[in-house]
Nanobody
Framework: QVQLVESGGGLVQAGGSLSLSCAASGRTSRNYAMGWFRQAPGKEREFVAAISWRGGIINYGESVKGRLTISRDNTKNTVYLQMNSLKPEDTAVYYC??????????????????WGQGTLVTVSS
């Protein structure tokens, strides 16, 4: 089994930046695509970004395009989310997830089984 652990959340002012990390451990020998999702209070979990195993395919949710950047370092089994120009509406718990299919990560989160515990990002106005 694969374990995912997010880190890097915190409090930041609007317009600021924050970088999240998600470290994978356990059975990381499979070539997983990785993704970031977020869930704001009272709202459904939504797709943020996903990256394929080799990094050649990257998808973003419409609300974050141009402000958030996903990347990965397979030598460290880690995926990153650089968040710039943050807005109060970016406040949420951010989760990472893994799947063999970037398509499933991007469009079918209900089928995802590998999730981290989440890290809280709060953007103050």
């Amino acid at each position: 089994q694969v374990q995912l652990v997010e880190s890097g959340g915190g409090l930041v002012q609007a317009g600021g930046s924050l970088s999240l990390s998600c470290a994978a451990s356990g059975r990381t020998s499979r070539n997983y695509a990785m993704g970031w999702f977020r869930q704001a209070p009272g709202k459904e979990r939504e797709f943020v970004a996903a990256i394929s195993w080799r990094g050649g395919i990257i998808n973003y949710g419409e609300s974050v395009k141009g402000r958030l950047t996903i990347s990965r370092d397979n030598t460290k089994n880690t995926v990153y989310l650089q968040m710039n120009s943050l807005k109060p509406e970016d406040t949420a718990v951010y989760y990472c997830a893994a799947d063999e299919s970037i398509g499933v990560l991007t469009s079918n989160l209900r089928y995802l089984e590998l999730w981290g515990q989440g890290t809280l990002v709060t953007v103050s106005s």
